[in-house]
């Protein structure tokens, strides 16, 4: 099946998933300005903030609430990364929806996009390790981590189907030029 009636016999799924996307871009965004928010408010107004986050009973919590800190920072800068990826697909649904994905600016959208989950898998871990540095007995900084093989396998897959895209774009400007 090519791909000018991929997109004619599944314009639902299109939609849908150029829909979804679009409110993915939407929340993203919002995401990022209520983690900002919550960044500032915390410089602010540093006791109530932190307590509402579960920092409880006495002691020096400064290591704490500067771990906390740099997550809300690390959030943030995740946002742009996020951003990319959701707009570059995007952009990969609508040539699906006008008939031709197999350009090669689809190969340097999934190039772009293998990146910038890299970008997001490496900012994962140093979420990882801070929330470990500054965890302790009486006040762990529970943020549910863990590490996943897969998510990197998703990295590496990113990376050679834009190979692929790539390799297979060019030889089909190889053959249409040979015609």
């Known amino acids: 099946m090519d791909s000018l009636s991929y997109s004619h016999s599944h314009p639902t799924s299109l939609r849908l998933s150029r829909r979804v996307l679009t409110l993915l871009i939407k929340l993203n965004l919002l995401m990022g300005f209520l983690i900002l928010a919550l960044l500032i408010a915390s410089l602010i107004a540093e006791g109530p903030v932190m307590s509402a986050l579960g920092v409880r009973g006495p002691g020096d ?19 742009p990364l996020a951003h990319i990826i959701l707009t570059r697909l995007l952009s990969m649904v609508d040539t699906v929806r006008n008939g031709d994905p197999f350009v090669a ?69 190889e053959l249409q030029a040979t015609i």
Do not use: K, Y
Not at 61 to 79: D, E, N, P, Q, T
């Open 105 to 173: 600016e689809n190969a340097d959208r999934l190039q772009t996009i293998a990146w910038s989950v890299l970008g997001l898998e490496l900012m994962h871990l140093v979420v990882g390790i801070v929330a470990a540095r500054v965890s302790t007995a009486s006040q762990p900084l529970d943020i549910n981590w863990s590490f996943s093989v897969t998510r990197w396998l998703v990295v590496l897959l990113l990376f050679v189907l834009a190979r692929v895209f790539d390799q297979g774009t060019r030889m089909r400007e």
């Open 61 to 79: 919590h400064s290591a704490l609430f500067l771990g906390m800190r740099a997550i809300m920072v690390i959030g943030i800068c995740a946002v």
